[in-house]
Structures are given as C-alpha cells and as structure tokens.
Nanobody, 121 residues
Framework: QVQLQESGPGLVKPSQTLSLTCTVS??????????WSWIRQPPGKGLEWMGA???????YYSPSLKSRTSISRDTSKNQFSLQLSSVTTEDTAVYYC?????????????WGQGKQVTGSS
C-alpha cells in the first residue's frame, strides 16, 4: 500500500516561496510509470493540478503556474518536493501530493491527507 504525506510550513509570507515535501512509503518514486503530482484546492474552489515529476525525473507543470513552480525529488529519501515562488494570498489552499500513472490525465491512485498553507503576513 502506497502512502503519501505532505509536510512543510503552514504559513508563507507574500512574495516568499512556498516549500512542501511529500514523503512516500510503500513504493518507490523511481518505479516505472509512476507520476508524482501536486494538486491544490483553494477555499470554496475546485482542485487544481499544479504539476508532477515522473519516474525518470522529468517534471511537468500546469501552464498557468509554470513560471512560478518547481518540482524536484530526492530518491535517497523517497521524497519529492514543491516550490512555488512569489506567493500571494490567492495561493492559500490545501495542498495535496498524489500518485498517478505517466501518460494518464486526471486519474490519481493515492493521495496524501493534504496540507493547509496560508499566504499571509
């Protein structure tokens, strides 16, 4: 059973960088065809896919967030991370990490519990 858990600061000041880490257990982030994704949900709004890093280390980003988003991984720790720069109050959301299969859109097999992050001074 694959489990994912988000961690990182819950409060980020405007203009600073949001950094979250997803720790994966029960499976390897390098296993073929896995895509490790970041998804967020602002208050009162729907889910928004932010990006993913696939099993070979290649990152992919939502066009609307690409300029501010960086996704990386640490294979020795079986972790992948999200960095979102130039944060504003509109970036306030619950942030989820999730597992999908590379090449398949909009289908996620495992989710973390979510991490509330607030962009505020």
């Amino acid at each position: 059973q694959v489990q994912l858990q988000e961690s990182g600061p819950g409060l980020v000041k405007p203009s600073q960088t949001l950094s979250l880490t997803c720790t994966v257990s029960g499976g390897s982030i390098t296993t073929s065809y896995n895509a490790w994704s970041w998804i967020r949900q602002p208050p009162g709004k729907g889910l928004e896919w932010m990006g993913a890093i696939v099993y070979d280390g290649s990152p992919y980003y939502s066009p609307s967030l690409k300029s501010r988003t960086s996704i990386s991984r640490d294979t020795s720790k079986n972790q992948f991370s999200l960095q979102l720069s130039s944060v504003t109050t509109e970036d306030t959301a619950v942030y989820y990490c999730a597992r999908a299969l590379a090449g398949r859109s909009g289908v996620y097999d495992d989710w973390g519990q979510g991490k509330q992050v607030t962009g505020s001074s």
